[in-house]
Structure formats: C-alpha cells, structure tokens
C-alpha cells in the first residue's frame, strides 16, 4: 500500500508539473510558440509572414492563433474572403479567443452586416472578460448604426474607462528585474515552513490520519492562492520539510505504537499538499477573474 501512495504521489506530482506550473491559455501558448511570425507581422513584413504562418498551419493545422494571424495578413492584402475563411476555421478549433470574433466582426462591419457584427463583438467581449476596450468602441460603433444612441453611449464610454485604466496601470517589471525569488516568494516560503512545522507535529502526535489531512490540505489551499504562479515550487517546500523533518529529526520511532498511521499521514499529506495549492490557485484565478 505505501508503495502505490509513493508511486501515486509521484505521478500526481508531474502531471501537477505539468498542468499547474505553467498557468497560461492554450492561445497564450501557442502565441509564444508563433512569436517569430508574429513578429514578422507587427513590423509590417506581410510577405514573410504570410509565408511563415502558411508553413506554421501545414505543420500545425489546428493552431488557431496561426490561422488569427494569416487572416489579418490577408485583411492588410484586402483578401477579406479568404480572411473570414482562416478567422472562422480558427473559431473551429479554438472560439474563446477575443481577437477571433473581434476580427469576424470588423469584417461584417465594413460589409454593413451590422447584426451579424454585433454578435462578434458581444462574443469578443465575453471571451476577453470585459478587459479589451477594442470590442466595446466596436460595439458601440454597430449601435450607432442600429440607432442604439443611448447602449452606444455607454459602450464608447466603457471603452475609454478600459483605455484610460490600461493607460494608468503601473508597467510590470521586466522579468528578470526580480527573478522567481522575490520579497513576496520569500515571505510565503517562510510562512509555508512554519505550516510545514505544524504539519510535522500532527503527523507525529495525532492518532488518525484526519487532523494531518485537514491541516495539510487547508494550508496547501493557502500556498496556491498566496503564490498562484509559484504555489508549485512552494508546495514542494512544504513536501521537502516534511520529509526531511520527519526522516532525520523527529523520527520514524521504531517503537511507536501507530507508526503505520504515521506513515499514510506523512504521505497523504504529500498528496494533499500538491492537490491542495492547485485548488488554491485555481480559486485566485478566479477572483481575478
């Protein structure tokens, strides 16, 4: 039984790796992978790039961020068919990318289909949670032309609050001004090894596996929404304090009366930990959010 918990833990803790330690969406992802094109693109390289994306979508023919970018060289060419052809093909594979339906709807707004743009605004709202102020200027924009003078007036409004916010927020530090040990990371993993310490003390004196379990996984949750990007790294703190702790301070006691409790507490506990950050991080995210 130990050695399913060991293994367990273990593949729990790559897939963890795995899902957990990089938060980004599958179009942030695919973005980074397609920087060059992209490149290509914002500096006015149309040819280059246009060759660069019909290669990447030959190699990567669900990639819908490949297929957002040749749509809008395709639209600087004036090809608005073949735009709109690459813009829903890419809403086929992926359609809560913002910039898809904010695209779509541009192109219905040139073609006076003011019905059919405005609910690829409303979706380019929706998919980008209020925070772009392109889709609501559009929006307005359609509203005008339906004679919606009053929802109008309230969408051109809430796009310039988005501008003026964007405008005034303080630019983030460039990455590697800070590194991944900050002031923040070095006050939680603190806080995480006095947690750790607790944790240990239950492991050793409670008689059941619930108290080291309810600790464990109330104080995982703390770990992943303190650190929603780095609750990882500082969950396999607590995992590594716990050990060591456990294996060359405090014990096992050969003569312990419930050291098989101890063992499912120290392991459970290992699991829980790294369940428990993930849920954490997820319930930041959605605060956020």
Known sequence: MLEFILVSSFVGYL?????YADQRTNAQKEAEQLREGITLYETGQLAKSLAYFNKAISTRPMSAVAYLYRARIYRDLGDQ?????????????DDSIAELHLESGQVHYQQQNYPTAFQDFDKAIFH?????AEPYHWRGLVRQQLHQTEQAEQDMAKANQIERLIKDRPLDPPVNQNGFFDRR??????????????????????????????????????????E??????VALLQVLTILIGYYLV????????HREVETFSLYGSIGLTFAGSLIGSVLRKAQRE
């Not at 897939?15 to 899902?19: C, I, N, Q, T």
């Not at 980008?128 to 772009?132: A, E, I, K, L």
């Not at 070095?186 to 059941?208: C, D, E, M, R």
């Not at 929603?228 to 790294?233: C, D, F, T, Y």
């Open 81 to 93: 068919q073949a735009a709109m052809a690459d813009l829903n093909q890419g809403k086929s594979y």
């Open 185 to 226: 990371f070095f006050l939680n993993a603190g806080l995480t090894v006095l947690t750790s310490l607790i944790l240990l003390y239950l492991i050793k004196i409670s008689p059941v596996i619930h108290w080291p379990y309810l600790w464990a996984a109330s104080s995982a949750v703390g770990i992943g929404f303190l």
């Open 15 to 19: 897939v963890y790796l795995r899902y």
């Open 250 to 257: 405090v014990g096992p006691d050969p003569h312990s009366t």
């Open 228 to 233: 929603p990007r780095k609750g990882w790294a």
């Open 128 to 132: 980008s949670h209020g925070d772009m």
